[in-house]
């Protein structure tokens, strides 16, 4: 809220106090008047500063931890009568235009400072306090190599659970196992000091729940995965990524507390500064704290908890904290992304991350921990991760290009993005590997079929001819197994029931198709249409040998061996092992049928290359009247007329076939865009070109150059 916003909700009694202590004199003036006089006082130049200068060391206190409470405000009980003190200090600010009160709840008062007052204030401070906050504390030879820890932990995090999910106990918490191995891909914080073994684990729960607040994981059975958010996250700028992530503190239940709530608007205060005191940071911020706070001694337990959000903050990347030598205290250093936050400051994002790397001719790829998150997702496609220290290291193997390559990533892509970015020429072995690991993808591959299968390779050629059944046939595993979409199973069933082919209800499963030793029996018993569908009470495979079945045979007594060895020794077939000497063939429903030229070569016989007219399909032969065709028939007569100049004959019904009438046509071309075929024609004698529906035509005959020449004569 603005100052002036906050004026016009006052009463007009307050309107007057406060224009009495600005030196306003009221008088009989309007109420917007009044207003525009106390905001012209206040905006003054200098009054601020004078303002602030002319208050008691409590009152700046006071007005100091309004001031770093932000824009949350800060609350204070003023019903206690223990609290005059700090009743009158404050009655003094709202007197000056310095602070304003509100009511977030029920009989509880904040006081905040107005948003066109902050910057003011903040300067003023800012220059007070410069010679208090200010230090020379030693720094460390890392410096800027441990800012955004948080950010990067948090891709870290996630993006490992992209490729391996953690399993999770009964508790929802990871196993050891799964945690050691997230943990080994988290950044510690590297101070003078060596490492805390307990620094990790911490940073780790920080992570873990900032991705589950963030929505970056989710639990999905028993395992800890990845979302889909992570993607949208990957892509904020890393400002944005900063500002979620400090909201996610401010969040937490630490921040809650009256201290450290205080923490960030200190620090606030600091940001125009190169290096501040730590101990007078938590000085102020325990000052700041309670209006109680007299004394410069502060328990260990403040202490700690103060430091905590610290380190967190350096986490996240706002600060760097160093600790003091030869007797100095620690010190800390507002980062350029913490100016940017806190202070408002201009600051790129290029400016945190780096984008080159370095590949090994052991296949080791050296990166720096502050590359570039999007180049660090892709060059996680096809390397692992496998030591992060003051760099990473990753390495590329056989499996890890495999891994790339089902991300639709191939070797060739892998060598063009490490050229890209490689700050030296990656090595020759390792590009060569690369390319060769990703040509062998893909040479071996599973494919999803739906089978209709026919009892012969002549009822599969008829399906695959027809004009209405072609459309649904994607391919053939054998002559008479053809593949169609399962979605279509039905609408492909009714319409072969249509068109008289008869197809049984059901679909045969995998076993039943394959358990029975003869083919042929089982199409004799689809001929047969009794229902009992393939056998499977026979485990002999249908390759087995002659001898095999032989045996088979001979177990059986009586009639129902139908085939004897008098009836199998003029046959013979090259796939079956010799036995006792000679050659036997398999019976007579176990051989491949003979197909004819117009099954082999669909077609074939419209470019007039079968030799003669005993070759040609019936429908295809010359007619003397009038042929009642199916739709697919009459096209291919359509498709000859056309490629041969003739004229044809037609009975088109109209579109409620109730009525038919001849057309003497000569075709153009045959239309298949539609989805149902139509044939574009010259009519004769009209000479107009029309479009006729190939379904609609109910009789067709061609004729041919000679009867036009007798006709004509």
Not at 347 to 368: C, K, M, R
Not at 634 to 657: F, S
Request: charged share 25%.
């Amino acid at each position: 809220m603005i100052l002036q916003d906050y004026l016009a909700a006052l009463p007009m009694d307050d309107l007057k106090s406060m224009a009495v202590t600005l030196g306003v004199q009221p008088g009989m003036i309007s109420r917007a008047r009044l207003i525009r006089e106390i905001t012209d006082q206040i905006f003054q130049p200098g009054y601020i500063d004078q303002c602030v200068d002319d208050l008691s060391e409590e009152a700046r206190e006071i007005l100091l931890a309004i001031l770093s409470a932000g824009e949350a405000g800060r609350v204070y009980d003023t019903r206690k009568p223990s609290n005059d003190g700090l009743i009158e200090q404050l009655h003094g600010l709202l007197n000056r235009g310095l602070v304003i009160g509100r009511r977030p709840a029920y009989r509880t008062v904040d006081f905040t400072v107005p948003e066109d007052l902050r910057d003011m204030l903040i300067r003023n401070f800012t220059d007070r306090l410069a010679g208090i906050f200010s230090t020379e504390a030693a720094k460390s030879e890392d410096d800027e190599s441990r800012d955004l820890t948080a950010v990067r932990n948090v891709f870290a995090l996630v993006n490992g659970l992209r490729h391996n999910p953690a399993r999770l106990t009964d508790r929802g918490l990871p196993y050891k196992r799964a945690l050691d191995a997230m943990v080994e891909r988290q950044e510690a914080v590297i101070n003078d000091l060596p490492d805390s073994a307990e620094e990790t684990p911490e940073q780790m729960r920080f992570v873990m729940d900032y991705a589950q607040w963030r929505g970056l994981t989710r639990i999905e059975d028993g395992r800890l995965r990845a979302d889909s958010e992570f993607e949208s996250w990957l892509k904020q700028p890393t400002t944005e990524k900063l500002a979620n992530l400090l909201s996610f503190w401010h969040a937490r239940d630490r921040a809650r507390s009256p201290a450290i709530s205080a923490l960030p608007g200190i620090l606030q205060l600091c940001v125009g500064f190169a290096q501040v005191d730590l101990d007078q940071i938590l000085r102020y911020v325990l000052t700041c704290s309670s209006p109680h706070v007299r004394t410069d001694a502060f328990s260990d337990e403040e202490r700690a908890e103060i430091l905590a959000a610290l380190r967190e903050l350096e986490w996240i990347g706002l600060l760097r904290q160093y600790d003091g030598r030869n007797g100095a205290g620690g010190g800390l250093v507002i980062t350029p992304a913490g100016r940017h936050v806190l202070g408002g400051q201009d600051w790129l994002d290029e400016e945190a991350w780096s984008t080159g790397f370095v590949v090994q001719p052991t296949f080791e790829i050296i990166a720096p921990r502050d590359l570039d998150l999007r180049i660090r997702e892709k060059l996680e496609r096809f390397a692992d991760l496998e030591k992060v220290d003051l760099t990473l290291t990753y390495r590329v193997t056989r499996d890890t290009i495999y891994r790339a390559a089902n991300t639709d990533m191939s070797g060739a892509d892998v060598n063009g993005f490490l050229a890209d970015h490689s700050e030296k020429d990656v090595p020759q072995n390792v590009a060569y590997s690369i390319q060769s690991w990703g040509d062998a993808y893909g040479q071996v591959y599973f494919m999803e079929t739906f089978l209709l299968r026919t009892a012969s390779a002549e009822i599969a050629s008829h399906i695959k001819a027809h004009g209405e059944l072609a459309p649904y046939i994607k391919g053939e595993v054998a002559p008479d197994a053809l593949i169609v979409e399962r979605k279509t199973y039905r609408e492909l069933m009714d319409l072969l029931q249509k068109q008289g082919y008869m197809p049984r209800s059901g679909i045969v499963g995998p076993a039943e198709a394959t358990s029975g030793p003869k083919a042929g029996d089982a199409a004799q018993r689809a001929r047969s249409g009794n229902g009992n569908g393939p056998r499977t009470d026979l485990k002999e495979p249908r390759e087995q040998s002659g001898h095999s079945n032989r045996n088979d045979h001979s177990d059986r007594s009586g009639p129902s061996d139908r085939s004897g060895p008098s009836d199998r020794s003029g046959l013979s077939d090259r796939n079956d092992p010799p036995a006792d000497g000679a050659q036997p063939a398999p019976p007579e429903s176990e051989r491949k049928p003979v197909l004819g030229f117009g099954d082999c070569l669909p077609g074939y016989q419209l470019h007039r290359g079968s030799g003669g007219a005993d070759r040609n399909a019936p429908h295809i032969e010359q007619a003397a009247n009038l042929q009642y065709l199916s739709p697919g028939q009459t096209e291919e007569l359509l498709e000859m007329a056309v490629k041969n100049n003739h004229r044809a004959v037609i009975e088109y019904y109209l579109g409620n076939r109730s009525r038919s009438f001849l057309h003497r046509i000569k075709p153009i071309r045959i239309e298949r865009t539609r989805g149902t075929p139509f044939i574009e024609a010259h009519r004769i004698p009209e000479g107009d070109v029309h479009v006729f529906k190939i379904a609609n035509i109910r009789a067709i005959r061609i004729v041919y150059e000679y009867e036009e020449q007798a006709g004509g004569s």
